[in-house]
């Protein structure tokens, strides 16, 4: 099952970051910076060779037409560079069918179109896709960012939209906190860790399947061995207050993405405690009980009720 989902998250990145070049539209602007007044969404992709794999993505989903057509889109587009960031290929765009590719772009589509000026200050507003899904977004002085990731080149105008170049590509969640961590080969103790703990005072999973948004720093498998787990054995083992003090631990009770983290910032937990974030040398995230910061190693994990982001160390209150 871990190893079906991660294809089928690769493949929905894949198809979001192509749909994602096509779909984000809303208002004008004096700001717009302008190509031809008769080049649609399709044709400003198809002619730009940075977006050479959007452009893959968008004619396998048959969503060419669809983007020529009178809009107005707003298309969040990955370019060449981020699709390489989020480890898409052309190889795995191949590997994507059409309809997959298209749940995936949809994702990234909003059915009008908005311009950099006109982009909800939030932080993290919601907005709804034309596929239905959500997406968060937030200006600032930093610049436009969706679901934690940054808006490269904003306001690339055509005909029947405009199109902001994206850093990454945009997964779409699949499933709650819990199942998304299931679908993760490298959260196996860590769902472990979750079960085991629910089987005492306190029902972690219940906590992390509903209710949110929330923010999990998970703790890798790797996180858990140093900490003294050298197996799933062992997890199972422990006592399950002891671990769901510690996971909650691992909780903040609010969405916050990449973008969301400052230097210095001190996150309240799930169990009133607070962790600390650093952004000095990478990020990292440390516990009161920690000497050593956890390395923030991968960011902006969606899921349905809030975001992942895996760190290598398991957090100590």
């Known amino acids: 099952m871990k190893t079906n989902f991660f294809k089928s998250s690769l493949a929905t990145m894949a ?22 007044p008769t080049s649609t969404i399709t044709d400003v992709v198809v002619a730009n060779p940075n977006f050479s794999l959007l452009k893959s993505a968008v004619v396998k989903a048959n969503l060419a037409t669809t983007l020529s ?7 969040f587009a990955p370019d060449n560079n981020a699709f390489a960031a989020s480890g898409i290929s052309s190889a795995t ?14 994702y990234h589509t909003l059915p009008a179109k908005i311009v950099s000026v006109n982009v909800p200050a939030g932080p993290n507003a919601e907005v709804v896709t034309a596929g239905g899904g959500k997406v968060y977004v937030t200006k600032n002085t930093n610049g436009v960012f969706v679901n934690g990731w940054k808006v490269t080149a904003p306001d690339i105008v055509a005909s ?7 850093e990454h590509v945009l997964l779409p969640p699949t499933g709650n906190i819990v199942a998304t961590a299931q679908a993760n080969n ?12 629910s089987q005492g005072s306190t029902d972690v ?24 787990f050298p197996t799933i054995a062992s997890i199972e083992a422990a006592d399950p207050d002891v671990l769901a003090n510690i996971l909650t631990y691992h909780v903040v009770t609010a969405r916050a ?7 210095g910032q001190n996150l309240t937990t799930l169990n009133g405690g607070q962790v600390t974030v ?27 009720n809030g975001v992942i982001h895996l760190i290598d160390r398991v957090l100590l209150p």
């Open 15 to 36: 198809a979001v970051a192509m749909f994602l070049g096509f779909i984000f539209t809303s208002c004008d602007s004096d700001t717009e910076t302008s190509m031809s």
């Open 69 to 75: 057509g009178p809009g107005p889109f707003t298309v």
């Open 93 to 106: 765009i191949n590997a994507l069918s059409s309809e997959q590719l298209q749940d995936i772009l949809l």
């Open 160 to 166: 029947n939209g405009v199109i902001h170049a994206l």
């Open 186 to 197: 490298d959260l196996t103790y860590l769902v472990a860790a979750v079960l085991r703990a």
């Open 205 to 228: 999973a219940a906590a992390l399947s509903g209710g949110g948004p929330l923010t999990v720093f998970a703790p890798t498998n790797q996180a858990f061995i140093a900490a003294g």
């Open 257 to 263: 993405f990449s973008s969301d983290l400052s230097d």
């Open 278 to 304: 650093s952004l000095v040398n990478g990020a990292a995230v440390k516990g009161n009980g920690n000497t050593t910061a956890s390395n923030i190693t991968a960011v902006n994990i969606m899921a349905d």
